[in-house]
């Protein structure tokens, strides 16, 4: 079985910063690109950073220059570096990773259980 869990979120107040971590456990073989999306209420599910296996990155127009995306193989775990933060980036933030739990096996997309992000003074 596979894994992942996310921490960092919270309450902070607009300008402030948060560090979101994602960590997958498991019977994991190899991680290929991985990913954070966030939902606000009553609206999509959408993107905000992905990561490939090569570390080339892509962001949302609306994080770009404030939020980062970055990885430790090692660790199995991708963060996001958020920074001044909006009251328009409270939403629950979901990270996603295609993995492989074998090798020569497919890789699959496995999703974290999200972690709630409020930005309000």
């Known amino acids: 079985q596979v894994q992942l869990v996310e921490s960092g979120g919270g309450l902070v107040q607009p300008g402030g910063s948060l560090r979101l971590s994602c960590v997958a456990s498991g019977s994991i073989f190899s991680i290929n690109a991985m990913g954070w999306y966030r939902q606000a209420p009553g609206k999509q599910r959408e993107v905000v950073e992905g990561i490939t296996g090569g570390a080339n990155t892509n962001y949302a127009d609306s994080v770009k220059g404030r939020f980062t995306i970055s990885r430790d193989n090692a660790k199995n775990t991708v963060y996001l570096q958020m920074n001044s933060l909006k009251r328009e980036d409270t939403a629950v933030y979901y990270c996603?990773?295609?993995?492989?739990?074998?090798?020569?096996?497919?890789?699959?997309?496995?999703w974290g259980q999200g972690t709630q992000v409020t930005v309000s003074s």
């Open positions: 996603n990773k295609r993995m492989s739990t074998r090798r020569g096996g497919p890789f699959d997309v496995y």
